[in-house]
């Protein structure tokens, strides 16, 4: 139809057809794919909605079952008495130590007590022996020096290895310093037969071996 037919047309009063509408799946942009049919609209499979977890097991395999009170009382029981032995060590250890530093500087203290006041006489002939540190030693003296230190005038110290003649003044001062160097102390008091070694007749000869 021309523009002239169809203007004369709507002069008179006629309508213009109208337009067929459109399908909606034929609207611009939409896909022109064919539908999808058997496929869930959720993104994951097995019906789960889309976003949200599934539950998990409880007990996952292989893992600890958890322990009793009981167990638990007792580890801790356990680890209680294994600190307390730990510490024990520790204090027995530290106890042992600090003797032994008392027991050096002691013994120091005496050494220099001591210095350049043996009574020890390079010409001296006799063995006196004693009973020290479950054995029997020995002491060589001059026969004046054996009746002074079976009378208790004179003592015998252990120093260093060697046993030194000393007074009963300087034998004092090393009982309050350290008694564990006291080799031979006699007390004039004591029965005789307290001290078998005191009588030179008992002496015992060089060549024995103990």
Request: charged fraction near 30%; aromatic fraction near 4%; glycine fraction near 8%.
């Amino acid at each position: 139809m021309s523009d002239s037919l169809r203007d004369q047309l709507l002069g008179l009063g006629f309508k213009p057809a109208p337009k067929p509408e459109r399908p909606a799946g034929n609207k611009p942009g939409a896909s022109q794919g064919k539908p999808q049919h058997g496929k869930p609209s959720h993104g994951r499979q097995g019906g789960a909605p889309a976003g949200k977890p599934q539950q998990r097991p409880a007990h996952k395999p292989g893992a600890k079952p958890q322990r009793s009170r009981e167990e638990i009382d007792l580890a801790k029981a356990y680890a209680l008495r294994s600190q307390r032995e730990k510490d024990e060590r520790i204090a027995a250890e530290a106890a042992k130590q600090e003797e032994a530093r008392k027991r050096r500087e002691a013994r120091a203290k005496l050494t220099d007590l001591v210095k350049d006041k043996a009574l020890n006489n390079a010409d001296a002939d006799i063995a006196r022996h004693f009973p020290y540190g479950g054995k029997i030693k020995r002491v060589y003296v001059t026969a004046e020096q054996l009746k002074a230190l079976n009378a208790g005038e004179l003592g015998v110290l252990q120093l260093d290895g060697r046993y030194v003649l000393v007074s009963s003044e300087l034998m004092a001062q090393a009982a309050e310093i350290f008694p564990a160097a006291i080799a031979l102390r006699v007390d004039p008091d004591a029965p005789a037969e307290d001290d078998p070694y005191a009588d030179p007749q008992f002496q015992v000869p060089d060549d024995l071996v103990w």
